[in-house]
Every structure is written in C-alpha cells, then in structure tokens.
C-alpha cells in the first residue's frame, strides 16, 4: 500500500534532458515493481527506441523558392518579403540593396519574371513582389549610404583599380559591387550624366529623375568614381585604360540604331526613337506634330509612343508581328492602349513619302505570320500589293539598337559569358570582361543589374590572384541569378538547389488572400504631364503584400512540425538561428506528418538505407 | 459521496503555470501562430502506430490537461500504446481496467481522491470508441447520470482498430473494415446526442487539425466540475488504409466536408459551432481512404446527403439555443 502511495505521485517527463534509453531503469526483480497497475518512474516506455521502424525519416532542408532563380537579378526575394512581413522594413531594404544598387529603378522598369513563377498564383494571384520591391526602393533612398570600404594603399593602386565603360546599370552596379569590397572602379561615359539609358531612355513618367538621381549619388557615395563626358575610343584609347587598369569591364549598351533600310528614311521627321526620348530626357523641346507613327513593338517604342502622347501628339504604333509576339513588357502595352495609344499590326513600313523634304506618310504592307525563326517568334511575310499609306508628321524608328564597339582592337568577339575572345590568340582577352546588353540574352534593366554583379564577381576573384580562366570559372558558382548575402555570408543555412512548385505547398494552412495593385493616375490625367503613372505601395499595402508570400521551402519556424508530431519528439532547438528543430530519430518512426503538415516543403522525407 | 449538483460550469482552482517558453520563434509567414511549449507528459517510445491519430490526441490532451491528472484507460488501442506493464509511455498516473469499467473506475478513483482530499487532481477517461459507443456505454450512461467528477475523452477512429479492424457502431456508413467487407450498411451512431442527452455540464468535439481549438476546449472542460465529455476523431492509417502522413490532413477534411462538425454543448442545452467548415464535398475525405475504396458515385452521394442532412440539424440547435 505505502509503495502504491508513492508511485502514484506524477512526475513529468522533461524533454529539455537528453531523452534516451539509458535514462530509463529497468527493474531488478520483482519486488522493485509497484503493486498496483499503475505506471510508476523509472518504469519508461524509453527504453523501447522505436526508431528501428523507419523505413524513411525527415530532414529539415531548405530549398530554393521559384522566385529566386527568375529574378535576374539575383535578389533574395524570400529574404527581404520575410523582413518586410515582420515590420523590420529597413534591414529588408538593406537586403535587398546588397544584391541590387538600383532596387526603386528595377522595382518601376523592371519586366519581373520572379512573378510568373510564384505559387501563390493559383491562391489570390501571385505576390506583388515587383511593387513591393519598389516601395523598399523608394525606403532604402532614405536610409544613410553604405560606407565605402577601406582601400589597398597607394603602392598596390594599379592592381586593385577597374576600369568601367558605361554608366548604366550594368557598369554602375559592377562599379558598386566593386567599391564595397574596396576596389577602385572608375565608371566611364560618353553622356553628360550617369544613369545610360535610365537616364536617356526610359521617360518620367516611368522612372522619375530625381529617383534615378538618388539612386545614383547612393551608388557614388559608396566610392564610385565617374569620369562622364569621356568616349572610349575617341577621348581615351582603349589600350590606355588597359594598361592603366587592371581590368576593364565592357558594359557600353546598344546604342547604335537599326537602320530601317526603306526609301525616305533620310527625310525630315524621320528620327530615332532612343533619340527623341533622350532629347525629352534633357529636357529638350520637342514637337512632334499631330500625328506621330512609331516603328517597333518593344519597350522603346512603347516609351516613344506614351511620350508622343505627353507632346499632344496622337501615336500609331506599327509592328510587323501580332500583340503576342511584342517584345515590351505587357502592364506597358496595356497602359499604352489605355492611355489612347493606337496599334496596327502586321504592318510593316515599305516606304517614307515626303513633301518638300519633310515626312508626309508612312507606306505600309500588311503581312501575315509564316514559320517561326530563331527566335521561335513566327516571321512576319509581307502580303503582295498591299500597301496602305498612313499619315504621319513624326516617324519615330523603334526597330532595336546594336552595339558601337568600335573602340575595340579589330577581331575581339564577345562570348555568352562575358569573356571576349582574341581570334589571333584564340583565347580570352586577360582582364577584360563585358555585361550588360553586350551579352544578356534580354535587353532588360534587371538582367544588365545581374551581369553587373557577375562581373564584379569574376574582377574581384582575378583581382585577388586567381588566374583570368579560373576567374571566368567562378561564373558557374555564381551564375547572373545569384544572391550576394547568400554566397558571401557565412552561418547562412544551406539551401538545395531543387526548386519547389505548387505540389510541396501545403495549401491548407494560407488563407485565400488576393493580390493587391498600386494606385495609378487616370488616364486623362497621366497625358497631361510627364508625372509619374504609377503610385506605388504604401507601408500598410507592402506588408500585407509580403505576409502573402509562402516562403517557399524556407523554414520560418511556423510549429507545425512540432504540433502534429504525435510522438512529441521534434523539439525546439535553444538559440535562434534557422534550423531551430531537432528531431529525435532513435524514436521517429518515419509517419511523415511534419512533411505533409509542412506548409512549405521545408521538409523532406529522404530513404533510410536499411 | 457527496453528490454534485448539476450546475452550469465553475471554475476550478487556477492550474499550474506553465514553464516560460524555451526559445523565440519568429512566426512570420505561418498562418497559425502556435506557441505551444509546455511540457509533454507522452514520452517517445509508445508503440502506436506510425502517424497514429490516438497518440497524437493524446499528446495534446495532456499538454493542455497538465501533470495534475490520473488517466484511466481500458481495453482499446491505447491499452498496448502506453506499453507493458510495468513501462509507460505517460508520465501521470495511469491505471489500466477492464472494457466495459471504465467510467465505472473513474468514478471510483475520483471518490477516492475526494476522500484523501486531494482536489486538484483530474481524472481523464480515455476510451476508444469500442469502449464508448458498444461495450462501455451503460457505465458511461451511468456516470453521466450521476454527473461524475471526470473527463471522459473518446478517441474515435472508428473501428475495433488493435483487435484487427472489426466493425463498431462508430464505423461510418459505407466503410470497409473485416467484417463488413463489403462496407458497413448502418449509420454511425450519435454519440454526442445521446451524451448531451445526459444534460452533462460540458461536451464538446476537438479536431487534431484544429489545435488550437482542441486546446481551448481542453483546458475549459479541465476547469469545470461534473462529467465532461470530448470526443475526437482519430485517424488509424493501418485501419483507414491511408497514408500515414495523412492523419492531420484527414482530420481538416472531415471537420472541412462537415463529417466531424466542431461544436461544443453546455448543460446539454446551448450549442455552440466552433469552427466554420470550409464546406468541401465528402469525396474529398472518403477518396483519400482505401476502407472506402469500393463505394460508388451513389454510395457518395448517399452519404453527402446524411451528412448535409446532420450538419443542418447541427446548425439548427445552434441557431435555436445559442451558447
């Protein structure tokens, strides 16, 4: 009776002890056993380590989320919506400047791929990580500047010093990496101001100045040098910068325009689309006249067109091709036709007819789609007899650019990875290295911000002594689509590279939430000025935005595992980094609820080899 | 014996606070913010079943309970859980009795309690659905009538599942077990109408998907005097021929198709619906089963029709007498 007593009093089970089979006496005989039918201490089921049965077991492992390997950019979209979601809104603008110097230009103008693969697409529409991004732009402006870092002293200069031609966002970004790992860049351009064809290209009402400007004297600040007013090849020869630099990095754009190759294109009236938008940039009047036709189907045209409407003038785009193969980013051609942008299309121009020297009308042929071309785009084929003669006072010409590499020593050809070939050599040219439109596959601001940062990727490597060719190497561990915090700091967990879909969410534990849009100006309002059309997030949309994200396949610690495990054995590790469970497999018997019950694939079931 | 008298719920003595929380957690992202870190009175080392339902609900019963309870425990799955004598797999107090006793020890134990003057301790019935709605029903009935100071918890998955899958009068209708194997054509009894019946102070269903509400409506039915009844569906991979990962999602599906509506009654009168259904098809839940792998379209529809014809019954007796 005493011993019953005395068994019967509760003892609790501490998980926080080392819970093993040695920790659970067995007893010696019968009269070490309680008398009654009652469990007693010391009598633990722990002795049976219920591990054995596992045919699988679950590891914590986080993985890649869709977004990241699409943002050209390279940015840790999960990293800084998770910031952002918990009100730490200033360090997820720190995160995100890391990887991109110009986060509230690429979150205007930014074509934002990251979007189209999200999972949450099927669950209230994808997150809204491009306005998000530029609210956390527009933020990280207001933050103080990174400082830059202590330099080599002045013996070592020739060696840690890179020449930059370009002052876009591929060679500003480059010049930015660069001089926060106390490298001197030095950035040159043949424009007045910096910014390329941020500054020249895309109008005001797309990327206001004075934000690019900002975004600029941020990227200045950090120790950038710019030598502007200086073409490479005409003020300064080639081979002077590459025996005064220990590297170059080629990052000039496209700016040489596609001749049309029709009779009349000499005529007055008759411009260049990047020409006309870089004179309304300078703040240069222009006049385009009451009717104005743009030539092209891509972002220039576009931008040309809106700017023609801004000017009092009424736009027709003509593209040779049909909506779905233009290669502008789609929200502009809608803004576009909803601003009162006119389109025709399979038209392609045949002829420009002038009086007295100035354009008069543009001849056009209709043309129908035949069989796709290397692009995959189908080819437009110009229909026989007929032409259709349009109207016009302004002939803006957005048919592309190509790039004026003139500067270079005759023969050099550039490869798909930055690296430039000497043909009399036939090996790569030592230290030198080109990004931007120069190789990126799109023509986008986000992926000349991505071969930027490449860039500086490689240059520093060789900088630091490697040989050209293992620098050029690096590239394979740091593709364009890379995250800097990921690569350089350390104590971050490490992450699969297996990108997770739709099927490894947990649906069940997101409410249905649906994607919000940024305000913007009426139509009848956007025409009257060059203001900007778009309004942004603000602090309360932003956040709400970016609780929408799954995080896909990044623990964020929900407990969900350590609910539903029914043999309470996944436990919460103490400190607080990542990874912050353990699980005890002497006893997990491989169920897999953490997995399933896993809101985002964050843990895998993985084969016992028994 | 000093007899209770049948009164709306009272509030006990204040439990034991539960230890500080052991590290920060960011839930950021997560839908459920849960911190739940008290101490676990289940040990690992039971010999459930992987993904087993019972053992899951137990854990969060006692979780929520606290290591003031003795549990009783008779012939049911959980008999072989908690391992042999003299190993458990609990750290409370836990006696082991025969089928159809169990209420009936309860109500011995907490006399006996009463006696010694212990009044903090709670006794937590734990019975199977065999024990509750078959072999233990009139020592439950009795006990209700008597309003016994106890919590008795049903955790229902539905069959004689450690016997070998034999049929109880929980099986749903159109389940396969081993002796309807072509599907069981009666339906599953009411238990909570006949317990409500009873007008105990607290009854309540708990789902493991819902933990949070599970733990709510734990700690509340702890806190009251007189028999308490909770009833909880309890997923048996082994018996429901489902995947062992499956368990919690089976159990959001049923509370979600309506199958196992979350409620709770007081004094037998004023019901209340916890948790509003996502009001999914019952196929859903049944097509994820391979006990039910031999129904057929009218079979399902069928059942939609009993479940939407309950479910509105349900909803009636909380819109009529609202808690």
Sequence with gaps: MRRAKRTISPKRYNPKLPASAADAKGFRGASDMPAASVSVPGGSMLVCETGSWRNVRPVFEDKTPPCLPRCPAGENIEGHLDLLARGRDAEAARLLREDNPFPATCGRVCYHPCESGCNRAEWGGAVAIHSVERYLGDLALRLPAEKPAARAGKSGRKHRRVAIIGAGPAGLTCAWHLAKRGIEAVVFDREPEPGGVLRTGIPAYRLPKDVLAMEISRIVEAGVELRLGVEVGRDIAFEDLRSAYRAVFLACGYHRPRALGVPGESLKGVEDGLDFLRRINYGQKVTPGRRSVVIGGGNTAMDCARAAL???????????????????????????????????????????????????????????????????????????????????????????????????????????????????????????????????????????????????????????????????AELEHAPTSFSVARLEKAGAPPRSSEIVDA???????????????????????????????????????????????????????????????????????????????????????????????????????????? | MSKQKRTAPRARAAAPAAPAEQAERMPSGAVM????????????????????????????FLRAMGPETVVVIPACCWAIIAGQFPYAALTVPTVNCLFAAASAVASGIGAGLRVRGDRGARVMVWVGDGGTYDIGLQSLSGALERNEDMLYVCYDNEAYMNTGIQRSSATPPGAWTTTTPGGKDMAKKNIMEIITAHRVPYAATVSLAFPEDLREKVKKARDIGGARFIHVLAPCPPGWKCQSSETVKLSRLAVDTKLDPLYEVENGLRWRITVEPRNLPVEDFLSRQGRFSNLDANDVRRIQAEVDRNWAVLRRQAEVNPL
């Design chain 1, 503 to 610: 099927t490894s969410i947990n649906f069940d534990h997101f409410p249905k939430l649906s994607r919000a849009s940024a305000g913007r100006l009426s139509s009848e309002e956007a025409i009257r000025s060059f203001a900007e059309v778009n309004q942004g997030f603000d602090r309360a949309t932003a956040e709400a935005e970016a609780r929408r994200c799954f995080h896909c396949a990044v623990c964020s610690r929900c407990d969900n595992c350590f609910v539903f495990c029914p043999e309470g054995i996944v436990r919460h590790k103490p400190g607080k980094a990542c990874g912050d469970y353990e699980i005890d497999l002497s006893y997990c018997k491989g169920c897999g609820i953490c997995a399933a019950e896993c809101p985002r694939g964050a843990i895998s079931m993985i084969r016992e080899n028994r």
């Design chain 2, 33 to 60: 913010e849960r911190r739940l870190a008290e101490t676990e009175y289940f040990t690992p080392g039971s010999v459930a079943c992987p993904g087993c339902g019972g053992a899951l609900a137990m854990r969060h």
């Design chain 1, 310 to 472: 801004r000017l009092g003038s009424h736009p027709l785009v003509i593209y040779r091709r049909t909506r779905g193969e233009m290669p502008a980013i789609p929200e502009e051609v809608l803004e576009a036709e909803r601003e009162g942008v006119e389109f025709l299309f399979l038209m392609q121009p045949a002829e420009v007819r002038g009086k007295g020297g100035r354009v008069a009308a543009v001849r056009c042929q209709r043309c129908r789609l035949g069989e796709p071309d290397a692009s995959g785009r189908r080819r437009p084929v110009p229909i026989k007899d007929s032409f259709q003669d349009l109207a016009a006072d302004t002939v803006l010409l957005a048919t592309g650019e190509d790039a004026d590499l003139s500067f270079l020593p005759s023969g050099w050809t550039l490869g798909d990875n930055g690296a430039v070939l000497d043909p009399a050599t036939g090996h790569e040219v030592e230290g030198v290295f080109a990004g931007g439109d120069l190789t990126t596959s799109r023509k986008m601001v986000a992926n000349a911000v991505g071969s930027g940062k490449a860039a500086s990727w490689v240059i520093e490597k060789y900088l630091s002594g490697r040989s050209w060719s293992e620098s050029l």
